[in-house]
């Protein structure tokens, strides 16, 4: 058994993992997180443009055109040194960002790549967070978005006390002002079908699709991805704040908080908080489930290009 040493992980870099998509994925992912048929900047290929949190799920999906087998694809990932055996079925999704440098092409083509390395390990005594960067680049080396992850591995041990080793990280969300109500509040509606839906952009975890381990996790029965949950929240405050145009949002990232059920309610609330680079509007906001009453997504910032919505 390799030495554990957690300090030894933080800066390990994965083989680049090769990633490709076309028109129909990217107008399938829009509405994994929500698209409705009115949303033509997203859905209709006659006045489209790539919705900007796309990058995420080619963590799972890669290059791949077909139904992938979930645990031969996660079980496969390369380990880094010092790190302990972590159960898949402990692993929760802790937080997501991405920060979009250039616009997306319609279809990658050949050549595209995702790279990643670690840049945080924590210990506590729940367990420990890893936290990985993923930069994806074009056949030429162009850098087109920035992602952070972290998961949450419940019950795992090293130290067996407090350990904390980072080398980058993500912006933080500023606090909810206390004195103010939201100057945005948008309602969706998942469907129960939501989860159906998105798992064709690449996540096959059966968590998401049969009813018998979603009772075996203690949820009851199906829940949503957490990511699919992200995009409701990117349309959310696109929507609202740049005027549903895709090329408005420049950064946006979330904590999860708790699970959504294909058919809940949500409701997201958010807050002008100054301004953000590069001529941006920065904003707080949080997701809640209305059909349980908690939030979903917490700690949000994002950072986005104000305007008004435009017609069709």
Same mark, same amino acid.
Request: proline share 7%.
């Given at each position: 058994?390799?030495?554990?040493?957690?300090?030894?992980?933080?800066?390990?870099?994965?083989?680049?993992?090769?990633?490709?998509?076309?028109?129909?994925?990217?107008?399938?992912?829009?509405?994994? *997180?929500?698209?409705?048929?009115?949303?033509?900047?997203?859905? %209709?290929?006659?006045?489209?443009? $790539?919705?900007?949190?796309?990058?995420?799920?080619?963590?799972?999906?890669? #290059?791949?055109?077909?139904? *992938?087998?979930? @645990?031969?694809?996660?079980?496969?990932? %390369?380990?880094?040194?010092?790190?302990?055996?972590?159960?898949?079925?402990?692993? *929760?999704?802790?937080?997501?960002?991405?920060? !979009?440098?250039?616009?997306?092409? #319609?279809?990658?083509?050949?050549?595209?790549?995702?790279?990643?390395?670690?840049?945080?390990?924590?210990? %506590?005594?729940?367990? !420990?967070?890893?936290?990985?960067?993923?930069?994806?680049?074009?056949?030429?080396? !162009?850098?087109?978005?920035?992602?952070?992850?972290?998961?949450?591995?419940?019950?795992?041990?090293?130290?067996?006390?407090?350990?904390?080793?980072?080398?980058?990280?993500? $912006?933080?969300?500023?606090?909810?002002?206390?004195?103010?109500?939201?100057?945005?509040?948008?309602?969706?509606?998942?469907?129960?079908?939501?989860?159906?839906?998105?798992?064709?952009?690449?996540?096959?975890? =059966?968590?998401? *699709?049969?009813?018998?381990?979603?009772? #075996?996790?203690?949820?009851?029965?199906?829940?949503?991805?957490?990511?699919?949950?992200?995009?409701?929240?990117?349309?959310?405050?696109?929507?609202?704040?740049?005027?549903? %145009?895709?090329?408005?949002?420049?950064?946006?990232?979330?904590?999860?908080?708790?699970?959504?059920?294909?058919?809940?309610?949500?409701?997201?609330?958010?807050?002008?908080?100054?301004?953000?680079?590069? =001529?941006?509007?920065?904003?707080?906001?949080?997701?809640?489930?209305?059909?349980?009453? @908690?939030?979903?997504? =917490?700690?949000?910032?994002?950072?986005? @290009?104000?305007?008004?919505?435009?017609?069709?």
């Amino acid at each position: 058994m390799s030495e554990i040493d957690l300090g030894k992980a933080v800066g390990h870099q994965d083989p680049d993992i090769p990633v490709a998509w076309n028109q129909r994925d990217l107008i399938l992912y829009a509405l994994g *997180i929500g698209a409705k048929k009115d949303d033509h900047s997203l859905v %209709n290929d006659n006045s489209w443009a $790539p919705f900007p949190t796309y990058p995420v799920v080619l963590m799972l999906k890669g #290059a791949d055109q077909d139904v *992938i087998d979930f @645990k031969t694809r996660v079980g496969g990932k %390369n380990k880094a040194p010092g790190l302990p055996r972590f159960d898949p079925n402990r692993t *929760i999704h802790a937080t997501q960002s991405i920060q !979009i440098l250039k616009p997306l092409p #319609a279809v990658s083509g050949q050549g595209w790549k995702l790279k990643r390395r670690i840049v945080a390990v924590s210990e %506590n005594k729940s367990g !420990i967070i890893l936290e990985s960067e993923f930069t994806l680049i074009d056949p030429n080396g !162009i850098p087109y978005a920035k992602l952070y992850s972290s998961s949450f591995n419940l019950g795992a041990k090293a130290t067996g006390g407090k350990f904390t080793k980072r080398i980058a990280g993500a $912006p933080q969300a500023k606090p909810i002002p206390k004195d103010r109500q939201p100057d945005w509040v948008v309602k969706d509606q998942t469907t129960p079908e939501q989860a159906v839906i998105y798992r064709l952009s690449g996540d096959y975890n =059966g968590l998401h *699709i049969d009813p018998r381990i979603g009772k #075996a996790a203690g949820f009851g029965g199906v829940i949503l991805h957490g990511l699919s949950t992200f995009g409701f929240g990117a349309r959310a405050v696109l929507s609202a704040v740049g005027g549903g %145009n895709p090329n408005a949002l420049k950064y946006f990232g979330v904590r999860f908080t708790s699970p959504v059920k294909p058919g809940d309610a949500l409701e997201t609330s958010i807050w002008e908080v100054g301004p953000g680079p590069e =001529g941006t509007t920065e904003v707080t906001f949080v997701t809640k489930n209305l059909t349980t009453g @908690k939030i979903v997504l =917490g700690a949000g910032v994002a950072y986005v @290009k104000k305007q008004e919505k435009s017609k069709l």
